[in-house]
């Protein structure tokens, strides 16, 4: 091989490489010192590669994008990649590994004034005084469930950890064998029980608790009731379980309090099928619930956050525990819960208004985006997710495509990131959870990994 046809001649010198367009979004991505270690070894990588090819028809040079490209494939290894915003077309609304609930476009556009400056989180521009940093978000929510006072945490899980720390800390608590439940990530509501230094009391059998069960297990050291909704799962055939309102008759008659972990974040009664026999916080409130709780990011629509409604007395114990300092939740949630519960107040609950959008309206979005990706409308189930609903799908159509799961990890691996899911060996794309302004986003997404396919 001639010195003059060497293809390692070709490759650019490293100031040259960290100088090219393609690269400064790495430089201020990643530092120029991370860039320029990742860009020399690149170069090193490639002489060496271009080095042992036996012929010099088969050693080409790459072009400055291609080499870009392997350093940013490099810096992702070592750093992680940052998050990246991902077209949902699975049909699962609160997909907890895409984020939950996506907040609306008018809360997202209302934050940066918020967060790009300072902000009265903790004052009171009135009086010139501290103020309290939950003070807004508990007059929204005593509003939309008509409790008494309500307090925000980090989490639904922080909330609970909270409630027992505070009222149940040293003491006993009754919660039925039947709503032992594990939540995500391995975590069980006998270590909550445990990490916030309560006893749990198993009341009934799995399948079937009664009152009198719940009357025979109160004895010295009780401090509260516990009753958890079963969200993410389902007993069925011989059951039998206690209802809100006769158990908190039940508690408050030996002056204890009854707590009821709801989950999803449900804040008023919802007329749509699957949510029919999910209690919402504000039905909890109305039954004689002491205290409700609930996640902040699931049907509420907001940030990650656990929210806790219900007596005064009962939240002020909450809010004056040692552990509420820890768990209480930064600006960012607060003012994207706030803007949120607004929505909420106005009559625009966010995302329940899109999760059963106009049929007719549907179809035609179906047809049009089909027409330009080549898909078959076919029906399809969609659903709350969450943990919200699991056995209660949403039925409907979604755009089905020939092609089975190489189509979908060159979607998931495009730019933007498109999730599907497969059936049949078939790739299906559910609009329900893409936000209709993106729709031209996935059609060329889509044309992008047919394309790959037929080239590869």
């Known amino acids: 091989m001639s010195e003059n046809h060497d293809p390692r001649r070709r490759l650019p010198a490293i100031d040259r490489l960290l100088a090219e367009p393609e690269v400064a979004p790495l430089i201020a991505l990643y530092g120029r010192e991370s860039v320029t270690v990742q860009a020399r070894a690149v170069l090193e990588d490639r002489r060496r590669e271009l080095g042992r090819a036996e012929k010099e028809s088969t050693a080409g040079a790459e072009s400055v994008a291609e080499l870009a490209a392997r350093v940013a494939a490099g810096l992702g290894a070592r750093f992680g990649r940052p998050l990246a915003r991902v077209l949902n077309a699975t049909g699962i609304f609160l997909h907890t590994n895409l984020g939950r609930a996506p907040l ?21 521009l009135e009086r010139g005084e501290r103020g309290q940093r939950n003070r807004r978000l508990a007059v929204l929510l005593t509003a939309l469930t008509g409790a008494e006072d309500a307090l925000v945490v980090n989490n639904n899980a922080a909330a609970l950890v909270l409630v027992l ?35 749990l009391v198993e009341v009934g059998t799995t399948n079937r608790t009664r009152l ?45 309090p009854l707590v ?26 109305s039954s004689g619930a002491s205290l409700a709780t609930g996640s902040g990011d699931k049907l509420a629509g907001g940030p990650q956050s656990g929210l806790i409604v219900g007596r005064a007395e009962l939240i002020e114990r909450c809010r004056r525990h040692p552990l509420y300092r820890a768990l209480r939740p930064g600006r960012v949630t607060i003012a994207g819960l706030e ?30 985006v089909a027409a330009e990706i080549g898909a078959e409308i076919v029906d399809a189930d969609a659903y709350l997710g969450g943990g919200s609903g699991p056995e209660r799908p949403i039925p409907g159509e979604a755009l089905c495509l020939a092609e089975g799961s190489a189509l979908l990890d060159r979607l998931r691996r495009g730019e933007p990131p498109v999730v ?23 059609v060329a997404a889509v044309r992008r990994a047919q394309l790959a396919g037929v080239e590869s």
């Open 104 to 124: 609306p476009p008018t809360v997202c556009a209302r934050l940066p004034a918020l967060l790009d400056a300072y902000c009265d989180l903790e004052l009171d």
């Open 260 to 285: 009821v972990d709801e989950g999803s974040g449900l804040l008023r009664p919802h007329p749509a099928p699957q949510l029919a026999t999910h209690p919402s916080l504000a039905d909890l409130v």
């Open 339 to 368: 803007a949120v519960l607004r929505l909420h107040l106005a009559g625009s609950p966010f995302p329940l208004a899109r999760m059963w959008p106009d049929p007719t309206d549907h179809r035609h979005r179906l047809e049009r």
């Open 165 to 199: 720390a505070a009222l149940a800390a040293g003491g006993r608590v009754l919660v039925s064998r039947g709503e032992l439940v594990e939540i995500g990530g391995t975590f069980r509501l006998p270590e909550i029980l445990s990490a916030a230094g309560s006893e």
């Open 420 to 442: 599907g899911y497969s059936r049949e060996g078939r790739s299906l794309l559910d609009l329900r959870t893409v936000d209709p302004a993106d729709d031209q986003e996935l």
């Open 212 to 256: 009198e069960d719940y009357a025979r297990a109160i004895g010295e050291g009780a401090k509260l009731f516990l009753k958890v909704f079963p969200s993410n799962y389902r007993i069925s055939g011989f059951t039998e379980s206690v209802g809100t309102e006769a158990l908190a008759e039940l508690a408050a008659s030996h002056g204890l």
